[in-house]
Every structure is written in C-alpha cells, then in structure tokens.
C-alpha cells in the first residue's frame, strides 16, 4: 500500500495584517481544510490533500479558489506556491509574483530545485552561503551532485545532512493546525534593490521605531524580536533574539534590532526589503523593568512620553528620530 500523496499550499499574504485581520483569514482558509498553519507574520500553509476529493478540484484549481476567497472577502492578495511538502511549497510561493501560483509536481522537484541558489533553501545565512561560494557551489544542484563526506567537512556533520536533505527536497513535517501567537510586524519594502548599508542601518532603525510606537499604544511589552531580510533573487534571512528584558522603549527594540543586522553580515547584499517582528507579548502592567541610576535613561523615557502625546495630537510625522530625518 503507497502513502497518499500530499498537496500543500504555500500562501503569501501581500497586506500588513492586524492579529484580528490574520485570524480571520486563517478563518476563511479553514472553510477549505482543515488542516491550515499560520507561518507569521503574513503567511499561511494549507495541507489540501483531503480537500481536493471534497471540491472536486485539481491542487492548482483549489490554490486559486483560495486566493480569490481572500481577495474578494478580504482584498489581500497572494503569491503562492504548490507543492508535495511544507519546504518546497514555500520555495515555490517566494518565487511567485504577487497573485501568480508556482506549482512544483513531486514527479519535478529535482528539475526545479538543481538550478536554483542554494540561498533559495530555508536555513542557509549569508555566512555559510559564502562558505559553500568559496568552494564553488552555488546552485542546489552543485551541492546533490557532491559527495556527501565533502559537505560534511565543510559544513560539519549535523548541519551538512540537513542540508543535503533540504536539497533533495524532503521534508517530513506535517501542516499543524495552529493559531498563530501574538506579535506586531512592521516592514518596508524597497524602492529597488538597496546595497548600501548605511541605508540598510536606517530602515531597520525606522521599523524598530515603529514597533516601539505601536507597544506603547497597545500597551504591551515585547519579549523578543525577528528580523527578516529578502533579498533581490527572492531568497530570506531571518535571525531571532530575545530582548535584554520585556520592554516598549523605541532605543532598546532598536538596539537589539540592529544587532540581528549586524549578526547578518550583509554587506554589499542586494535588499529588497526588511520586516522586524516582536512578539512574546505580555500587558505593560504585568512586565518588570530593571531600574536604572542612570538619569539619561529617565530623561530618554520622558522625551519618548512626549513625542508620541506630540504624534497623538499633530500625526505620526510631527516627531521623528533626529538619525530618521531626512
């Protein structure tokens, strides 16, 4: 007896999304499968294996019912990706445009994976993709074709065999219906593609103030912070950190934003654009502070008071950052 084949929807979500809006569409996708996974901040993965014999549909027909649900109910467009498995629908969805749907049969997932970057794989960084270009090897396929004793001295064992079987395309890991845990995101997505990093230093800055603005607002406190980059060929690096302690306060978001910048080592590298994720959100009121003797940390807080009563009253242009001005 052979395992049914699995069909797994990978979908982009083109819109900044409030929790209430993201429930929601997780909702709406639920009416289809059950079986749907939030991925945040703006993505959902739907296993459509039992789905398609309920509709009556082809995997690429039920993609589009998806999306059209989406975009008629709720106006938020979509890049998605089909495929036998969690990783590779992903893959596929981040080479989609928005409102186009790249489907990968399971019979041609070596065929589409062997030319692609091998940053295109969940888990590479920058450090070790220039590890594997020091050596020569730049696409997927490079690294199927090499013997695996090779990639281990390169790579390390552990790391070396979980790259060899994200380039063959496997991925065992089942949709988990799940509801996705509180967070605030903010992003920015590039005029065109930036390789300055003085540029890149002021966009994460940028959404760092923002998340700050937005958890004083709602009155929480952020645990943890997730910084994503994607860059010009579609690929994405994403480094999390936990907070120093819980806090609202715009210069210790950014500080710990800028170090997940730092720890990318981007250099000269093509940015298309940034999203800073916080979450492990808890009430402002049940979140400890650590006291400081410091009285330019007092007076920081009170020109922070200030400036957003200034922003409540004139608009969220009124005060900005004196390394935000233009």
Avoid at 2 to 12: D, G, K, M, P, S
Avoid at 126 to 140: C, F, M, N, P, Q
Avoid at 280 to 287: E, F, V, W, Y
Wanted: glycine share 8%.
């Amino acid at each position: 007896m052979t395992a049914r084949r699995r069909h797994i929807a990978h979908l982009h979500l083109h819109a900044e999304l409030t929790e209430t809006q993201y429930g929601d569409a997780i909702e709406l996708m639920s009416g289809i499968t059950p079986h749907v996974q939030a991925v945040p901040p703006n993505a959902l993965q739907l296993d459509l294996t039992s789905a398609l014999r309920y509709f009556d549909l082809s995997p690429y027909d039920m993609v589009q019912t998806a999306m059209l649900r989406l975009k008629g109910l709720y106006g938020i467009d979509c890049s998605a990706g089909l495929a036998g498995n969690r990783m590779l629908a992903a893959m596929a969805a981040d080479a989609s445009a928005p409102g186009d749907t790249t489907w990968v049969p399971t019979g041609q997932a070596a065929d589409w994976l062997y030319p692609r970057p091998v940053t295109a794989l969940p888990g590479i960084g920058r450090a070790t993709a220039d590890t594997l270009h020091r050596y020569g090897l730049h696409t997927i396929g490079q690294l199927t074709d090499l013997p695996s004793a090779t990639l281990q001295r390169l790579l390390g064992a552990g790391q070396a065999r979980l790259l060899a079987e994200r380039a063959r395309g496997h991925d065992p890991r089942p949709v988990v219906p799940a509801e996705p845990a509180a967070h605030l995101t903010a992003d920015l997505a590039l005029g065109r593609d930036c390789l300055d990093p003085a540029q890149h230093h002021r966009a994460v800055l940028g959404l760092a103030e923002r998340i700050g603005q937005r958890l004083r607002r709602e009155r929480k406190f952020a645990g943890r912070l997730t910084l994503t980059v994607r860059y010009a060929d579609r690929s994405s690096t994403t480094r999390t950190r936990a907070l120093p302690e819980p806090t609202d306060h715009s210069p210790a978001v950014a500080a710990t934003a800028l170090g997940l910048l730092t720890s990318l080592g981007l250099q000269r590298a093509r940015v298309r654009a940034f999203v800073l994720r916080a979450d492990d959100l808890r009430p402002a009121g049940s979140a400890y502070r650590q006291l400081s003797m410091d009285p330019a940390d007092a007076r920081a807080r009170a020109v922070e008071v200030a400036a957003d009563r200034a922003r409540l009253r004139f608009g969220q242009e009124a005060v900005r950052p004196a390394a935000l001005a233009d």
